[in-house]
């Protein structure tokens, strides 16, 4: 159901449709590599916060499906063992990506 969730985009790209030929002003003192390590230093804090929205995101499931595993017979036995499932999933998820992302 990935399809059907609503993702909020903290980077989109946007095509450049005007045939005007102008170019976007260059800083005076500031060339081209400059600008490219300087848009890469920029693109990795936004993965980097993109990162931290996904493992946010994991922990809300985590701790909403422990609770629901945990809720007794309100919740019916099915649903209880697949959310005890998705909520050690999303732990185990979320550790992986934190060594992945090198803060472990």
């Known amino acids: 159901m990935v399809s059907q969730m609503r993702t909020s985009t903290a980077l989109s790209v946007v095509a450049d449709n005007s045939d005007n030929g102008v170019k976007a002003p260059v800083p005076a003192g500031t060339n081209l590599s400059d600008r490219i390590r300087r848009l890469q230093a920029e693109a990795k804090i936004l993965a980097r916060e993109h990162i931290q929205a996904l493992e946010s995101a994991l922990l809300q499931v985590e701790r909403l499906s422990s609770e629901i595993a945990g809720g ?33």
């Open 72 to 104: 007794g017979e309100a919740y019916p036995v099915g649903v209880r063992e697949v959310a005890r499932r998705i909520a050690e999933d999303c732990e185990a998820r979320g550790n992986t990506i934190q060594v992945l992302a090198g803060r472990r």
